[in-house]
């Protein structure tokens, strides 16, 4: 069985982990084949176990000629909520490769009481709703996102990302390169040195980074918060890599 994950995140690492550790048993997933793909966009990413290819396939299309070059069995897309167009285009290339697919996508994060949230569509709605929530920002968006931001002259920005940025970004901007996962004493200290009084975050999920809304709810800061983009429809979710297990024993001929 051989079983291509798209990855990049804690979520697909886990997931190839455990089926690595599955491969020697007994049963569906025995000696299962693991690749995992990933798209290249962080400089020193950490490995997971098994097979590994860096960079794009060429769209779906070209999606859908390596699983059929491959003879994948089953495609599991654990990559980023906000990874953009590739859940789309492995729902292409999974139907037309008659390949069964899954999305591992870990749950997004609720607003609890004491939380300031003000949910966006878009990094550039983000950008439109700041002037009018503080002066002091951390922005935890990534690298790739800062153009949006590059236009407000008026706002200091702490920008936290894996690798560091390039232009354009915000003029008045200290860069903060740095892998999660993160503690709240840690992001309680970044909003206090940095007299921090407004946050923006993608709604990526996970306890990785989480910290950082406790700490802004503590400190009764308003947090601006991008929406998840739309999935496929018809695509089956798991939230844990052991559901996703689950699903591909269903699927390759054993028993959960």
């Known amino acids: ?9 804690t979520e697909a690492r886990r997931l190839a982990e455990l089926l690595m550790a599955l ?5 569906s997933l025995a ?25 794009g396939f060429g769209g779906a299309d070209g999606l859908a000629a390596w699983l059929r070059t491959h003879q ?29 697919l899954l999305a591992l996508r870990r749950p997004g994060w609720v607003p609890g009481a ?20 503080g002066r002091r920002v951390f922005l935890t968006t990534g690298r790739l996102g800062l153009a949006a931001f590059a236009g407000l002259d008026g706002l200091w920005f702490l920008a936290r990302s894996v690798d560091a940025p390039g232009p354009p970004y915000p003029a008045q901007m200290a860069a903060l390169p740095a892998r999660g996962p993160f503690t709240l004493d840690g992001e309680r200290e ?30 009764r800061i308003p947090v601006v918060v991008v929406r998840r983009p739309p999935v496929p429809q018809d695509v ?21």
């Open 72 to 100: 994948v069995d089953a495609l599991i897309d654990a990559t980023h909520p906000f990874a953009g167009t590739i859940g789309f285009h492995a729902a292409s290339a999974a139907a037309a490769a008659h390949v069964p």
């Open 23 to 27: 491969a020697p048993a007994t049963g």
């Open 190 to 219: 970044l909003i206090r040195r940095h007299r921090i009084d407004v946050l923006v975050t993608k709604d990526s999920g996970g306890a990785a980074t989480a910290p950082k809304l406790a700490a802004a709810r503590e400190a």
């Open 236 to 256: 089956a979710v798991v939230g844990t890599p052991e559901q996703a297990v689950t699903w591909l024993r269903a699927h390759l001929g054993g028993t959960p």
């Open 31 to 55: 000696g299962a084949r693991v690749t995992s793909s990933l798209a290249g966009r962080v400089g020193s990413p950490r490995l997971p176990p098994g097979e590994v290819r860096v960079g």
């Open 1 to 9: 069985m051989h079983v291509l994950i798209l990855g990049g995140t």
């Open 114 to 133: 004491g939380d300031d949230w003000h949910p966006v569509a878009s990094l550039e709605e983000a950008a439109a709703v700041l002037p009018a929530l």
